[in-house]
T-cell receptor
Framework: DGGITQSPKYLFRKEGQNVTLSCEQN?????MYWYRQDPGQGLRLIYY???????QKGDIAEGYSVSREKKESFPLTVTSAQKNPTAFYLC??????????????FGPGTRLTVT | QQPVQSPQAVILREGEDAVINCSSS?????VHWYRQKHGEAPVFLMILLKGGEQKGHEKISASFNEKKQQSSLYLTASQLSYSGTYFCGTEAAGSEKLVFGKGTKLTVNP
């Protein structure tokens, strides 16, 4: 079955530690996205990538880093510089880089708790 | 800039209708609508492109007023399965990304 997988579903970390969230897709999509969701805030874009080896900052990129070495993978690292990392993280992909004509497909999400 | 959704929440009885609005201060190229159940991933509903078209199927439809930079989602004869949070995502002209609103929580009761 084609789709997007995120692992793990729940992740717990101590403050000051970096943590990497996995996102893999087998839909052969060019574009991939990372969103952060907090209660009552909607989805806020962290980073996005329209092609392998290239990515752009979204609206809340501070304290996060990404890589796009393979078309199917777009891991997100939450660094210790992120002031409030506890949140629900969603990865998405779409067939082409420009979102207008193409829906975004979302993974099941990773709930990160930092204490 | 984040689009504004209204209302923030709505409670319906099964069979009633609802309208959810999404308004942007920017010139828009497209509007996306998604529904999210609690703890799950958002699910795509529809895309409306610049041109003021109206789309939909069965009992869920949407419109896009290009002049006002507004979109509305219409849910008619609501079913229990319609419960969830509805998000609009807007793409400004020349942008490469969607900006999502804060969501509208819809609850349909028997």
């Amino acid at each position: 079955d084609g789709g997007i997988t995120q692992s793990p579903k729940y992740l717990f970390r101590k403050e000051g530690q970096n943590v990497t969230l996995s996102c893999e897709q087998n839909l052969n999509h060019d574009a991939m996205y990372w969103y952060r969701q907090d209660p009552g805030q909607g989805l806020r874009l962290i980073y996005y990538s329209q092609i392998v080896n290239d990515f752009q900052k979204g609206d809340i990129a501070e304290g996060y880093s990404v890589s796009r070495e393979k078309k199917e993978s777009f891991p997100l690292t939450v660094t210790s510089a992120q002031k409030n990392p506890t949140a629900f993280y969603l990865c998405a992909s779409s067939p082409r880089g420009t979102s207008g004509n193409y829906e975004q497909y979302f993974g099941p999400g990773t709930r990160l708790t930092v204490t | 800039q984040q689009p504004v959704q209204s209302p923030q929440a709505v409670i319906l009885r099964e069979g009633e209708d609802a309208v959810i609005n999404c308004s942007s201060s920017k010139a828009l190229y497209s509007v996306h609508w998604y529904r999210q159940k609690h703890g799950e991933a958002p699910v795509f509903l529809m895309i409306l492109l610049k041109g003021g078209e109206q789309k939909g199927h069965e009992k869920i439809s949407a419109s896009f007023n290009e002049k006002k930079q507004q979109s509305s989602l219409y849910l008619t004869a609501s079913q229990l399965s319609y419960s969830g949070t509805y998000f609009c995502g807007t793409e400004a002209a020349g942008s490469e990304k969607l900006v999502f609103g804060k969501g509208t929580k819809l609850t349909v009761n028997p």
